[in-house]
């Protein structure tokens, strides 16, 4: 993993504020869609972020292997 994905990296200590966010939306989700003025976009951009998050697949998996994982596993139960 580059040291973008490392445990100590501010980009990680930053994931980790986010996750321990109560109210994770209003802080970070809305103003980020304000400022890439997608609040117009269908969906309130979930469709646009969604397929950008697609594209950026194996790089999620390097960034946040925990939860990729935890999404794998949760999958898995479902499908059997």
Do not use: F
């Amino acid at each position: 993993m580059g040291p973008r994905g490392h445990a100590g990296s501010p980009q990680a200590r930053e994931r980790a504020d986010i996750r321990n966010e109560r109210d994770a939306k209003e802080h970070y989700y809305d103003p980020y869609v304000d400022q890439r003025g997608l609040r117009s976009a269908p969906y309130g951009g979930r469709a646009i972020l969604a397929e950008e998050a697609a594209r950026r697949y194996e790089r999620l998996r390097q960034l946040c292997p925990e939860d990729i994982g935890a999404l794998h596993d949760a999958i898995a139960k479902v499908i059997g």
